[in-house]
């Protein structure tokens, strides 16, 4: 099926430092949604985008609808232990039935203490 | 708020046998969908429930599995004639009714298949 392009896969960074992932797609997104899943569990929610340009934030997540729509970036500040996991990101396209979300393939993340 | 629930977490099965899985969508919520995750990837949509109508399902849904909604409230999935291909996460999400702002989709925990 239809994924959006994630990037990196995987980041191996040190506890305190900022992180950036991106996603693009090749057509029009409505809704960019970021998940966090842990091994073995659901994908749970992060941040929401409804607007392009919109700029969200959720602690020390902050996350951008971008301009032309066809792109989303998250930023991770001054990581600590707990932000391991896979990030996921997820939109539903321009014309997308019924709303059913498309995902990347998700940015492992490793942080060492 | 209780959340989406599934059940089994768990559950091995030998190729050729049948299995269900249930979900629980957050109780408001009139949408709910299927999803599988298989190692390595994104979840890919299945198929999608508004109330108790199944109104779309993906290509991914061959004839082995079925999903029903009868009172729209709980779903199950059902997948005949097992085959280690199937071997996957199964992740239900749900959704309450309305406008865009309304896309975000709450996730389950998943029921984790292996097929022996």
């Known amino acids: 099926g239809q994924q959006l392009n994630q990037s990196p896969q995987s980041m191996f960074i040190q506890e305190g430092e900022d992180v950036s992932m991106n996603c693009t797609s090749s057509s029009i997104f409505n809704t960019w949604l970021w998940y966090k899943q842990d091994p073995g569990e659901g994908p749970v929610l992060l941040i929401a985008?409804?607007?392009?340009?919109e700029l969200t934030s959720n602690g020390r997540l902050t996350a951008q609808f971008g301009i032309t729509r066809k792109d989303s970036f998250l930023n991770i500040s001054a990581s600590i232990p707990s932000d391991v996991g896979i990030y996921f990101c997820a939109g539903r396209n321009y014309g997308g039935s019924q709303g059913n979300l498309i995902f990347g393939k998700g940015t492992k993340l490793s942080v060492k203490p | 708020d209780t959340g989406v629930s599934q059940n089994p977490r768990h559950k091995i099965t030998k190729r050729g046998q049948n299995v269900t899985f249930r979900c629980d969508p957050i109780s408001e919520h009139n949408r709910l969908y299927w999803y599988r995750q298989t190692l390595g990837q994104g979840p890919e949509f299945l198929t999608y429930f508004q109330n108790e109508a199944q109104l779309e399902k993906s290509r991914l849904l061959s004839d082995r599995f079925s999903a029903e909604r009868p009172k729209g409230s709980f779903s199950t999935l059902e997948i005949q004639r097992t085959e280690q291909g199937d071997s996957a996460m199964y992740l239900c999400?749900?959704?309450?009714?309305?406008?865009?702002?309304?896309?975000?989709?709450?996730f389950g925990p998943g029921t984790r298949l292996t097929v022996l």
């Open positions: 985008l409804y607007k392009a340009g």
């Open positions: 999400a749900s959704r309450p009714w309305g406008g865009a702002s309304t896309d975000t989709q709450y």
